[in-house]
């Protein structure tokens, strides 16, 4: 019998066997934990993925106990209600992507291509030789963080600094389970973050980055304010 929670530690340790047996056996199955369902084969990923009218990225627009939990938190968790490219559809996601777009077009992306071989390299000369390794924790999530991290166009003294601040506040918002601490650690982030990137918001753009399109919108108006700035900065050096 097909059976989905994401919450297990097993699952968390290793998901591969319960998506492979959901593909196989439910490959759009009822969770009734999250009260949804949880499709895992593609072509039923992707229709989803397509078809805005239907479905949506935000869990807040749905219904039951979790989105109101989740609609609790971000109310609490610094930048919890700001958009971003991970729970907007329709125009307003458009809008965000087209801010951000021209930084992952192909001809940007080749330009970051030497950065990305020597990231990949870096990393391949860390994996231990003669014993097993877990490529998930030493390559597979370390690769797309360093990648962005350069993509993202921080100040060079400022680029680790920054990239844990964002990711402390967008594990924060993101984790309706995120502790009072955590929070607080959030809060302070934000403040930080906003007085590191603000002068160089104001100082107009930089280059073909994430930093320079968002400074970018900021210059001409289009509605891109500190903490959108901020929402948008942390989505994406965090999750990529």
Sequence with gaps: MAFFDPTRPSYRANPYPALAQLRRDDPVHWSAG??????????????????????TTDP????????????????????????????TSGEAHREL??????????????KVTPDIVSAVGRLLERLPTGEAFDLM???ANPLPKQVMLGVMGFPETEA???????SNI?????????????MAAARSAQAEA?????????????????????????ENGGGMGIDEVLSVAAHIATVG
Excluded at 97 to 110: G, L, T, Y
Excluded at 160 to 166: A, E, I, K, S, Y
Excluded at 170 to 182: G, H, Y
């Design 60 to 87: 807040a627009l749905t219904e039951g106990a979790r989105a109101e939990a989740i609609i609790a938190h971000r109310a609490s968790a610094p930048l919890g209600t700001v958009p971003t490219l991970g729970t």
């Design 194 to 218: 906003a007085a590191i990137l603000e002068p160089h918001l104001a100082g107009g753009p930089s280059g073909e980055t994430v930093l320079g399109a968002l400074a970018r919108s900021w």
């Design 34 to 55: 999250l009260k949804a369902w949880v499709p895992t084969r593609y072509a039923e990923c992707s229709e989803v993925l397509h078809d805005g009218r239907r479905f």
């Design 160 to 166: 680790d600094h920054l990239q844990r601040l964002l």
């Design 170 to 182: 967008e594990v924060a918002r993101s984790n309706p389970r995120s502790v009072p601490a955590t």
């Design 137 to 139: 924790e030493t390559f």
């Design 97 to 110: 992507r087209r801010i951000v777009n021209p930084v992952f077009a192909p001809a940007a992306v080749r």
